[in-house]
């Protein structure tokens, strides 16, 4: 990419922005050489990878690479064998400080599914954090200038014994200048160092008379520095052991450089990775520092920006624009006033283009596309050069001829004011050309000017189209609107009217006017006239739209609530109209059995029998029509339909159940529902396909008899997933109940793996049910730790 292009469309500005997001300095030497790509494999790859790392910032917050620090030249000389200093083991252990936290941060706490299609995993768990290395390191080495004690038990009694001989010292000198026959030789009571030796400040003319060696003397020669004889010893035995831990420390720092270059390609790949992963989240930082969202990249050119808004302009006034080029049309021509946004429209477009390629996330939309170019040129502002002696024009002509050398149909062409700084018949004429050489060569090319006439070429030119900034002439402000399909309007005559200029100066300005572009000027202002109205309009009807959605919404609502009342009224209807049934045929058999036990005569008894049939007879017609409407047009079943495990609904009882024996000779068979087991004959009963075990869910009346409810639906399994605890332990503790009602033999309960918050909870719940035979975690193919089975008793 060319830099001219880079400089023009203020693309280091951006670079700028990316580098102070990175953590370290290798990242933001990775941010300083980002350039635009034209390989669109390669640009999707880098614009996946700034999306994945956008994604773990939203979900776990921002990533921190401080601390790593370059350790290249340490590597090197690791590699060689040398030994590195304190300082340098130190960064190595930052280095390793900086991996291991990134490595935390990669691990991932989602699902299996949204780590596979991260592009960053791969990187995560390459790193090497050398634990056992960075410990020993940091055991060993308190700062750049401090080894620990604990380093090496030859240390710690190397230090032990200077500690000690240095008390020793300090006794004996005590004594000698606590010593009252001292005290007139002495010229202060101090202990002073001079040399590493332990000395005493002796007035010079007592030298003779204190035994000791001299080691240095004030300046005035009034005082000597003298090393009495008592502590010479103690004094040498002290640089001994100085030169003894020096060479431990030494020891020490050869054997940890000696560990740590055993890791030298571990160590590289870590530093390689860490600054990659670095450059990566800065991306990602800028993405969500600028509300942008990845684009869509095809490489036939398409640009198709929704609500694209620049990035160096202040979020808080920038005007979001909808661009779109390339497909029905290759070359825009962007008219309007001056001030009205045609430059930041055009540089947005380039800077867009720039930045996707570079693997940058874009302020718009989501859903927004960018072609992928091999060239971006831009010809925008002021070219003017002093110091070549060109003018304006001259500049900008140098900057088209060159472009128009090297584009070609993988270029993005980008012109300011074409043809602006000369005559303007000459100079639309010369812009109407070159545009229409680039058109010809399929060069996307998005191109502003004042020029009525390119309006003119836009509209009569198949391929080519007329764009407008909008400009709102009651306030005399642009409103930076891109309008595209419509051509724009000088707006000089208005401007000059509303700035007060006077009425006969615009109308004989409007009289020098030639008709037709008179009469095209008119045009272009009914078109913006009829595009306000039509705003309005559509503003209009998508309200009027909204409100009938909200309507739609309100009354949809409503209708459930009435099916859901009516559902109620007739559920409980036939509820008490069965209890009524159930009550009358208990009455009626308990009353005919009290008939036979008393009456002896067979007559009586024959008679006795024949009106209990009649009373059946009678009781099943009121049943059958209280029955509901869709139980009487049920399709009646042969003895052979019915199988042993088919699920069937008992009609007079409104349960499902399941068929437990065959049908005999009357038809009648058994059928188990829930807990309930009752015989019943095909002529109650319905096949139906259902996998769900029913059962009923029993309640007492006030009577103490044993009544059935509404028909329960249990499933087999349960998910609790995204409950809180005081939430999920109800359902939990309705839905053990519901099933071991309907005899299921087992039940899974997800719970998901999470903090693991919500499974203790679970498991809790199910040590205190009493009817819970057993509950185990899931094994292998049954859902791990995310579930848990249950077995009833």
Known sequence: MNEKALKTLEYNKIIDKLVAFAGSELGRERCKKLLPMTDIGEIRRNQQETSDALTRVLRKGSLSFSGLRDIRASIMRLEVGGVLGMGELLQVSSVLNVALRVKSYGRSEGSEEETAIDSLRERFSLLEPLSPLNNEIKRCILSEEEMSDDASPTLRHIRRSIKLTNDRVREQLNTIVNASSNQTMLQENIVTMRNGRYCLPIKAEYKSQFNGMVHDQSSSGSTLFIEPMAVVKLNNELRELAVKENDEIERILA??????????????????????????????????????????????????????????????????????????FNLLIVTGPNTGGKTVSLKTVGLFTLMGQAGLHIPAFDGSELGVFEEVYADIGDEQSIEQSLSTFSSH?????????????????????????????????????????????????????????????????????????????????????LLIGI?????????SSKLGLPDYIITDAKERIGEKEQSFEDVISDLEKSRVTMEKDQEEIARYKEEVERLKKKLEQKNERIDEAKEKILRRANEEAREIIQEAKDFADESIRKYNKWMKDGSMNREMEK???????????????????????????????????????????????????????????????????????????????????????????????????????????????????????????????????????????????????????????????????????????????????????
Do not use: W
């Open 397 to 481: 002509m140098v900057n088209t001829v060159s472009i128009i050398k090297e584009a070609n149909y993988r270029s993005l062409v980008l012109f300011d004011e074409l043809g602006a700084g000369t005559d303007p018949t000459e100079g639309a004429a010369l812009a109407m050309s070159i545009l229409s050489y680039l058109h010809k060569k399929q060069i996307r090319t998005m191109a502003t000017t004042h020029y009525s006439e390119l309006k003119i070429f836009a509209l009569s030119t198949e391929g080519v189209e007329n764009a407008c900034c909008e400009f709102d002439v009651e306030t005399l402000r642009p409103t930076y609107r």
């Open 255 to 328: 054997e940890l450089s000696n560990q740590a270059g055993e890791y030298c390609q571990e160590l590289k790949d870590d530093i390689t990775i860490l600054a990659e992963l670095d450059f990566i989240f800065a991306k990602a930082s800028l993405s969500k520092g600028m509300r942008a969202s990845e684009p869509v990249f095809n490489d036939k050119g398409y640009i198709n920006i929704k609500k694209g808004r620049h990035p160096l302009i202040d979020n808080k006034k920038v005007v979001p624009i909808d661009i779109h080029m390339g497909k029905d």
């Open 487 to 495: 051509p724009g309007k000088s707006n000089a005559f208005a401007i």
């Open 611 to 793: 009106q209990r049939s009649e009373l059946r007879d009678k009781l099943n017609s009121t049943e059958s029509k209280l029955a509901l409407k869709g139980q009487k047009a049920k399709k009646q079943h042969k003895a052979s339909d019915f199988k042993i495990g088919d699920a069937v609904r008992v009609l007079s009882m409104n349960l499902n159940g399941t068929v437990s024996s065959l049908p005999n000779d009357k038809g009648d068979l058994f059928v188990q529902m829930g807990i309930l087991r009752s015989q019943v004959n095909i002529k109650d009963l319905e096949l139906i396909d259902e996998p769900v075990i029913t059962g009923p869910n029993m309640k007492k009346t006030g009577s103490g008899q044993i009544k059935m409810a509404k028909t329960a639906y249990i499933s087999p399994e349960l998910n609790l997933i995204g409950k809180l605890v005081d939430e999920a332990l109800p359902i939990l503790d309705k839905y053990l109940d519901d099933a071991y009602l309907a005899h299921l033999p087992q039940v899974t309960i997800i719970h998901g793996r999470g903090t693991g918050a919500l499974r203790n909870a679970v498991h809790n719940h199910l040590k205190k049910t009493r009817y819970v035979k057993s509950y185990r975690v899931g094994g292998f193919g049954e859902g791990d730790h995310g579930v848990t089975i249950v077995e009833f008793k």
